[in-house]
């Protein structure tokens, strides 16, 4: 019987409302398919903070950085800044464990609104690069507390860094429908998107069977309300993808559902499934939280653990439930709760 | 008589077809306001690069500095790279002339068909800072033509410059629903954006009588499409301005109506006025473009210039125009041409 352990962080907010369910479904999932899983609960996140002074304990990397894979939830409290909640957590766990590629699909599925009057079929994937670019430790601020106070942000692309995670998309487009989207803005932004651009065409250069277009990331969001049935597999730096993937799921009916693998492709270090929206302070502890971007996460996981039937069923559950229109969670119109929702799925699979 | 001396530069692609339109409806406003009008046509721009090397002459800011305002088409056509024609032209301008404001309406007008299911009234201002963030020169390239190869880009970020542009929109508010929508990205962009918050939170303290409310860009784009109607005004940094002031006008219908005002507020220097889309080299030539972006912005030119009722004039025969359904461009499901549409909306004035 195939076995993996893995690392569950339900972080904050509606965190801890979520991957319950999450946990729920792929357990339902993996015993219907004979996988062994075992979860290890970590109580990291905003609380911690508070009880012991930091986001995770100082050895939380080498902690993790056994097991098969990372389950989070959200991460960000108003308790503590920002900046640190998601900087000594999230992202050291992305970026230690060269997490490069932040997967996510985009799917409009029967049963959900889109708010699109015409949205036709939608089903594509965004390859954020998530280890560099605008997300960045370098810089900082000059003259504090004058009238001439002034900060510098450092964007920073590397070759190595844009190269790997285009070919990643590259090679997704090739299983796919052949068809790749690059965001860029080398029109406006000197220095690091025209050097985007141009890795793009060197890399592009050993995937002749792949239809490439380049769009400005300006327009490139218009393009997404207007023919969002259009794309296939989108890659884009670590913000744009950012923006894009809360946008594409908002085109198709809402972010709830959205899920996001940030994948270390060669397998060295763990990689992490998460859903793209965050801890939500205004709706967390209502219970009404949706939670099929957690349990979509999970399906992620299972498909990376080389468990792809089981990823399959889930995905086939989440089809049935929200096609069936009941038990759906109030950002989909429904008035069912996080548990509700999450157990009919897990009866689903 | 008032009058006003306007520097024309119709730049590349569509810019010379729908410029033309803009000049005939601001000359037919201003002929029934008693406005006396001097145009003085500048052939800058990617031919004139081809001619002599460069996008303008040495002492092309010097040229028009005399002027009241310039009225610009669009800049940028594949023989000269994007960087090279944006940077020589557009960009000096804006920077040179302190139009520190993109100011960029977001409308939808009756007759013209919003993708949205449930598009509601949409009638909102982006405050766009429009001379420092994202766009900078400084940064490089550092390992050219090696493995190790790496670009570093730097935002710049200066309390002189947030609390400008951010003072400026809080005015705005007040003479409109008072509330003000501010676009940040605290959360993963460590030493800029939490510095904006900080700015916006300083420059509220003058406004008690504005509501605020702030987002992070990639959810903000997700409630543009979703709740469109609730916003008034919404100030954002140059990129994240850029990025919503196309995703707002595609929200409408068409981003080839959406007009925008570089704006000087002190006067000291020429204001430009331009449509937020293009040169468009895939639809040149053709007389297909939609040159309300371009009339708009004529519109909000005759504005700035204190010819309120002749500003208004001209966007009540753009309303009058749409709303009866004929003679619209492509863009928005007719087969009119630009001049045809351009006459059109002459006529109505
Ligand atoms: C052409 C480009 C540099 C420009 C910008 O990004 O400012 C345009 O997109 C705009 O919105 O005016
Ligand atoms: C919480 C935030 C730092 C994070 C990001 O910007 O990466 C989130 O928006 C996401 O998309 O995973």
Redesign the pocket.
């Known amino acids: 019987m195939p076995s993996a352990k893995i690392a569950v962080i339900e972080g904050d907010g509606i965190g801890k409302e979520v991957v319950p369910e999450g946990v729920k479904v792929v357990e339902a999932a993996a015993r219907v398919f004979g996988i062994d899983l075992t979860w290890d609960h970590l109580d990291w996140g905003c609380d911690h903070h508070a009880r012991l002074g930091r986001m995770m304990p100082e050895n939380g990397l080498d902690r993790i950085a056994g097991h098969d894979a990372i389950f989070l939830g959200a991460?960000?409290w108003p308790t503590v800044s920002?900046v640190e909640s998601?900087w000594t957590l999230?992202?050291p766990i992305r970026r230690n464990f060269q997490q490069y590629v932040?997967l996510r699909p985009v799917r409009l599925f029967d049963g959900v609104a889109s708010p699109l009057a015409r949205p036709g079929a939608i089903d594509f994937y965004i390859v954020r690069e998530n280890n560099e670019g605008e997300?960045s430790e370098v810089g900082g601020r000059m003259f504090p507390d004058t009238d001439q106070e002034m900060v510098i942000q450092d964007t920073v692309l590397t070759r190595f860094g844009c190269d790997r995670v285009m070919k990643f998309a590259f090679e997704l487009a090739r299983k796919r429908k052949r068809r790749l989207t690059s965001a860029t803005k080398s029109n406006g932004i000197i220095h690091t998107m025209p050097f985007w651009d141009e890795r793009f065409r060197a890399v592009a250069g050993d995937f002749p069977d792949i239809a490439t277009e380049q769009y400005h990331i300006d327009i490139l969001t218009a393009h997404f309300v207007r023919r969002p049935s259009s794309f296939d597999v989108v890659v884009a730096s670590?913000l744009f993808g950012?923006i894009l993937?809360?946008l594409g799921p908002a085109v198709t009916g809402t972010i709830g559902i959205a899920p996001?693998a940030n994948l270390n492709p060669e397998r060295r270090f763990p990689s992490m499934f998460?859903p793209?929206h965050?801890s939500a302070p205004d709706i967390a502890g209502k219970n009404i939280a949706n939670p099929i971007g957690q349990i979509w996460s999970g399906a992620m996981m299972l498909e990376h653990l080389g468990a792809k039937d089981a990823a399959g069923a889930i995905v086939a559950a989440i089809e049935r439930v929200l096609a069936s229109g009941e038990n759906l969670t109030p950002d989909m119109g429904g008035n069912a709760s996080t548990t509700a929702l999450g157990q009919a799925i897990a009866d689903a699979v």
């Open positions: 991460i960000g920002d998601l999230l992202m932040n997300y670590n950012d993937s809360d996001s998460e793209v965050g």
